[in-house]
């Protein structure tokens, strides 16, 4: 048997402190210190080369099991649907109306911060009720 590997999710972006940010916000997530010898990440990114400035940043689960999560500059905008994604699960236990309204409210504080709600699939035979999103940059995620 093989053991168990840790993961971190890459995100592609434009701005990747801003979208770093973000999903801090969506995921309670926290901003590592910085480098030892830096008070501040500014202070850090000020000492990088000015090609690599603002070219990376970094967030994680502060209990330590979700995934890091890392996110760099690539010069080239989002183009076409994410071929994967993040499910936010908001929704975990509940059904029906219950759910929905986990999900609405979950997502109108999303809005808020900048995401976009693409669609809401309603629950069928099959599968209970999720949100399509969209991040501050397009990226695909759907709230669970």
Same mark, same amino acid.
């Given at each position: 048997?093989?053991? !168990?590997?840790?993961?971190?999710? $890459?995100?592609? %972006? @434009?701005?990747?402190? +801003?979208? @770093? ?10 901003? *590592? ?6 008070? $501040? ?14 070219? &990376?940043? &970094? ?7 979700? *995934? =890091?999560?890392?996110?760099? =500059? ?7 649907? #994410? ?5 936010? +699960? ?11 309204? &986990? ?5 109108? =504080?999303? /809005? ?5 709600? /693409? ?7 099959? #599968?209970?009720? %999720? !949100? /399509?999103?969209?991040? !501050?940059?397009? #990226?695909?995620? %759907?709230?669970?």
């Amino acid at each position: 048997m093989t053991s !168990i590997k840790k993961f971190q999710v $890459t995100f592609d %972006c @434009a701005e990747p402190e +801003r979208v @770093a940010r973000f999903w801090c916000e969506v995921l309670g997530y926290v901003v *590592p210190p910085p480098p030892e010898g830096f008070t $501040t990440w500014d202070d850090f990114d000020r000492s990088l080369p000015p090609e690599q400035q603002g070219s &990376a940043f &970094a967030c994680s689960d502060p209990s330590g099991a979700g *995934p =890091r999560l890392f996110f760099q =500059r690539v010069p080239e905008g989002k183009a076409v649907k #994410n071929r994967l994604h993040l499910d936010v +699960r908001v929704g975990t236990g509940l059904v029906g109306k219950e759910r929905l309204a &986990a999900l609405e409210a979950e997502c109108a =504080r999303l /809005v808020a911060l900048g995401a976009m709600h /693409v669609r809401t699939l309603l629950a069928d035979d099959q #599968n209970e009720s %999720c !949100i /399509v999103m969209q991040d !501050i940059e397009g #990226n695909e995620f %759907c709230l669970d």
